[in-house]
């Protein structure tokens, strides 16, 4: 039985060069990239409002997010420095969880803080509790 799914996304946006150069300099395979002006969906009418390029992480079952952001803490510290000098981009990290049974703590160590803090990472959450009963 699904107790929760948790999605944590890392984003850049708000940037006028070609995401692929994102890409490229740091050197990390993005999930999704977008073009302002494009579709959000096929043949849908919601356009994006920026460029962006996003790292997705997705589990299911999760206890504890700390445990869960840290991997994703990892992948980014490596390119700490490149992350820095990225200046006027929107860098943010979201906690989306869907929980159906089980809420999973937020807990976050001084490491997680200072990262976020050094790099100008925003940190957001979304929290869904859904009724499967009804």
Not at 41 to 58: A, D, F, M, R, T
Not at 85 to 105: R, T
Not at 123 to 131: A, G, K, S, T
Request: proline share 3%.
């Amino acid at each position: 039985m699904l107790k929760n799914e948790v999605i944590i996304q890392f984003s850049i946006q708000s940037f006028n060069i070609d995401p692929s150069k994102i890409t490229n300099f740091l050197e990390l395979r993005p999930s999704k990239i977008w073009i302002k002006g494009e579709p959000k969906i096929k043949q849908g009418s919601l356009k994006y409002k920026n460029n962006g390029w996003e790292i997705v992480l997705k589990k299911n079952n999760i206890c504890h997010i700390d445990s869960f952001l840290e991997e994703m803490i990892i992948k980014l510290s490596a390119k700490k420095s490149q992350l820095i000098s990225m200046n006027n981009v929107e860098k943010k990290i979201s906690i989306i969880v869907y929980s159906m049974n089980l809420m999973p703590s937020f807990i976050y160590n001084n490491e997680v803080i200072a990262f976020l803090h050094e790099t100008s990472i925003t940190l957001e959450h979304d929290i869904y509790c859904i009724d499967r009963e009804h």
